[in-house]
């Protein structure tokens, strides 16, 4: 799976858009983008994940560069139980089963948001 | 949708014991469940890899011997820990999806101290 790199901490304001950025420069065509959080002392929470189109959800959305070497997380009007460690990951593509397709977990961006 | 329930959420026991943590998927089928460690400070690493009715898959460096996984239906999975001692306290945190290429969703995790 391509590496990724993230910042390791962000500050954001309370009510403003919290953009998170990863970049996955060595990405193969068949690897998916995930994002994922952890909320202190809880296990990890899924957000989205995407290939190569922009995706929205009731959570967050989730910008891929046409080259798709990088991606941008966006919460769109964060609040305090926004802070957390957020993982970009990268997996491929599985297309038969097996089901080896365990995550490997950076050290992901401790994003605090600020009141 | 997709609950993933983890129990115990904390133990306490004393050196040499062994020790049994449950996942369950409680609103969905999955044919695959993760066991994942995470030491303080640090990310979550990938344990093994667990098929409802065959042998786990063990990452390397992780003793098969030791930490025994169970899947024996498409909602339950057990890791017990066995003769468990003090480095093997740690965050031990369970995921389940339905099928490849799906997210996996998360338990709560389980803390394990072992005295």
């Known amino acids: 799976d391509a590496k990724t790199t993230q910042p390791p901490s962000m500050d954001c304001a309370e009510g403003r858009a919290a953009n998170l950025p990863c970049n996955h420069s060595t990405i193969s065509g068949n690897e998916y983008v995930y994002w994922y959080r952890q909320i202190h002392s809880q296990g990890p929470q899924y957000i989205i994940h995407g290939l190569k189109n922009n995706e929205t959800n009731e959570m967050a959305s989730l910008i891929i560069t046409e080259d798709r070497k990088s991606s941008t997380l966006i919460l769109p009007h964060a609040t305090l139980r926004d802070t957390a460690v957020y993982y970009c990951?990268?997996?491929?593509?599985?297309?038969?089963?097996?089901?080896?397709?365990?995550?490997?977990f950076g050290k992901g961006t401790h994003l605090i948001i600020q009141p | 949708g997709a609950v993933v329930s983890q129990h115990p959420s904390w133990v306490i026991c004393k050196s040499g014991t062994s020790v049994k943590i449950e996942c369950r998927s409680l609103d969905f089928q999955a044919t695959t469940m993760f066991w994942y460690r995470q030491f303080p400070k640090q990310s979550l690493m990938l344990m093994a890899t667990?098929?409802?009715?065959?042998?786990?898959?063990?990452e390397q460096g992780v003793e098969k011997d030791k930490f025994l996984i169970n899947h024996a239906s498409l909602t339950l999975s057990t890791l017990t820990v066995t003769s468990a001692h003090p480095e093997d306290s740690s965050f031990y945190i369970c995921?389940?999806?339905?099928?490849?290429?799906?997210?996996?969703?998360f338990g709560d995790g389980t803390r394990l101290s072992i005295l």
């Open positions: 667990s098929n409802e009715g065959s042998k786990a898959t063990y």
């Open positions: 990951i990268v997996r491929v593509a599985m297309y038969s089963g097996g089901g080896a397709d365990g995550l490997t």
């Open positions: 995921s389940a999806r339905v099928r490849v290429n799906q997210p996996q969703h």
